[in-house]
């Protein structure tokens, strides 16, 4: 007789089975437009290009509604119901509602199953999440105060006294609103810059370790959201002119990065998007603050020896 463990394990694989066929029917409606999918984005986010991107990758056809984070847009009661932290990307499947881009990319992934961009394997599976760990918990905050001193403080220094303590209240988080008085004050001197570039070095020596062995995406020879995740943070230092402050002398990132650009997904949700004044803009700005975040880099490899 076989025993209850092959019946579990028969039970398991015929549930998976199920599983798979419901997903792959999910992403034919989807297709076909008989599902609907709704992007609340901002311009040039680069939370936004993380979904964008994946959403490209499987082949989704969606629709958006541009939320204009300069007029404070995102406060509203109305986009406060649908994402409560204030904050793109949202997104509507169907009426269900998901917010975080990292969640977002994982749950098209669950329910949009090809062609997948997880990996099969357990341990893959915790690499992938390592380097969304990575981005959510270090590169986010660091991209946004380099982005911030190069280009976002300028736009803030044009605006009346009352239209920045707005937008410094509206910020809500004590932590958050600190960083950007901070950061609005003294540019790329502020202590936040320094960690920001600090966090970038860390990212960049790691990315760097793992593809020395001649990998052709960060978990081997599948393009996953490991890739995805990352992409969008390392675009915006290319757009900024600020990259090869730390990619120069780290070669395997400059393959990756090669390879990662020319890949449609990309180019239809990041540099597709951009205009040409888009593009100068921001090099303009980066361009401004390059030699000063080069020298607080030496500043702190200097501190490491």
Not at 22 to 40: D, F, I, W
Not at 45 to 50: A, L, M
């Amino acid at each position: 007789m076989p025993s209850c463990s092959l019946f579990a394990l028969i039970g398991r694989i015929r549930y998976a089975l199920q599983t798979s066929e419901r997903q792959r029917e999910r992403q034919r409606e989807c297709q076909q437009g008989k599902t609907m999918l709704k992007l609340y984005q901002a311009g040039n986010s680069i939370c936004t290009q993380k979904v964008q991107i994946t959403l490209d990758e499987k082949g989704l056809p969606y629709d958006t509604q541009n939320i204009n984070l300069f007029t404070h847009e995102q406060y509203s009661p109305e986009y406060l119901k649908i994402n409560p932290k204030g904050v793109v990307p949202s997104l509507d499947h169907d009426g269900n509602i998901v917010i975080e881009s990292t969640l977002i990319c994982e749950y098209l992934d669950d329910v949009f199953p090809e062609p997948s961009l997880v990996p099969d394997a357990p341990h893959q599976r915790a690499r992938m999440r390592l380097w969304s760990k990575a981005i959510d918990e270090g590169i986010f905050e660091a991209t946004r105060e380099l982005s911030f001193s190069a280009m976002f403080r300028e736009k803030m220094k044009a605006m009346s006294e009352e239209q920045r303590q707005a937008r410094f209240r509206n910020v809500g988080d004590p932590a958050r609103t600190a960083r950007f008085k901070s950061t609005y004050a003294e540019g790329v001197e502020s202590p936040y810059v320094f960690q920001a570039i600090a966090t970038f070095e860390k990212l960049f020596k790691n990315m760097e370790q793992d593809l020395s062995d001649g990998r052709t995406w960060m978990l081997g020879e599948t393009y996953s959201l490991a890739d995805i995740n990352l992409m969008p943070y390392v675009a915006r230092m290319e757009y900024l002119d600020l990259l090869d402050i730390w990619t120069a002398d780290r070669p395997h990132v400059q393959a990756w990065w090669a390879r990662a650009k020319e890949r449609p997904s990309f180019k239809a949700a990041v540099s597709g998007k951009l205009t040409d004044e888009d593009v100068a803009s921001m090099k303009t700005y980066g361009g401004a603050i390059r030699d000063r975040v080069r020298k607080r880099r030496d500043e702190y490899l200097a501190g490491l020896a």
